[in-house]
């Protein structure tokens, strides 16, 4: 598909420089109204790009059977977790969603079919950190779900197909968490920069793995040995790296922030492309 094609399903939206893409470790729901280092990168990182037209965002919080893309006018926001204070539970976030990006989206990608959807909206994936990002909640966000019967290379080759996103003005931000094993969390070090000895192996690993651009590994994750597993025992929260990884274009700047551990088993490390 040509650019005049895309420029046609966007309406509006013109060719611009190439937009950075990113992933955002989101971890707990309380960043949302927490002040800290992480939420403190977030902002940081949207002070270094362009204003985006649009945010497509790939969340670890929306697995589906096929792939979908939120297409209503006005996505609400999910308050998808339990046992927070109130205070997070009244927080919302009102960006407008974009029908025409969605439905971009769906012609873009050749690989399998994309639904349209209208009935999800914004989880906490996405609008934790993003309030962050842009407080005035008005630029028009999109999530593209997650299909939980494809394979990591599969999903790896979907999001390649969305590239051209990045020469229309969309911020494409895949948000989940590296190292996600919420069975082993030190609840006592809940607070502290602390990583048990199996899940910074694999942070370590996965780490030189980014910055060297062997992304094969990083696909074959399942197969990188016991600290691996420990690190990623269900997929979801680190599926949305790869989108990100697969957006990479020949010698962009890669760069690590709020590359931390929190209570032994998990990780907050973020990366920024271009």
């Known amino acids: ?23 955002l470790g989101h971890g707990s729901p309380m960043n949302a109204i927490e002040e800290n280092e992480f939420v403190k990168g977030f902002r940081k990182v949207s002070d270094q790009i362009a204003t985006p037209k649009a945010i497509l965002v790939i969340s670890a919080h929306w697995e589906t059977k096929g792939t979908q893309v939120t297409a209503m ?10 046992g927070f204070p109130k205070a997070l539970y009244e927080v919302e976030y009102p960006a407008p969603g974009s029908p025409e990006l969605a439905k971009g989206v769906q012609e873009l990608v050749h690989s399998t079919d994309v639904h349209l959807d209208d009935k999800w909206g914004l989880d906490h994936g996405a609008w934790t950190v993003i309030r962050h990002m842009y407080p005035e909640a008005n630029i028009p966000v999109v999530q593209l779900s997650l299909d939980y019967y494809k394979t990591p290379k599969q999903h790896y080759e979907l999001a390649q197909e969305l590239s051209k996103l990045r020469e229309k003005g969309i911020l494409i931000v895949g948000s989940g968490n590296i190292v996600h094993n919420l069975r082993m969390v030190h609840w006592q070090k809940m607070n502290e920069n602390y990583g048990y000895d199996w899940a910074i192996e694999a942070s ?20 990188m040995g016991k600290s691996f597993q420990l690190a990623i025992p269900t997929p979801e929260h680190y599926l949305p790296l790869l989108y990100t990884l697969a957006l990479q274009g020949k010698n962009e700047e890669l760069a690590l922030f709020n590359d931390s ?5 998990l990780t907050m490390t973020s990366v920024k492309i271009g």
Do not use: C, R, W
Not at 1 to 23: A, D, H, Q, R
Not at 261 to 265: D, I, N, P
């Open 1 to 23: 598909m040509n650019l005049s094609t895309i420029k046609s399903m966007l309406g509006p939206l013109e060719n611009t420089p190439k937009m950075p893409v990113l992933f």
């Open 73 to 82: 006018q006005n996505p609400p926001t999910i308050h998808d977790f339990g």
């Open 204 to 223: 370590e690993k996965i780490k030189q793995n980014i910055l060297s651009g062997n992304h094969d590994e990083l696909i074959n994750f399942s197969q």
């Open 261 to 265: 551990y929190l209570a032994g088993s």
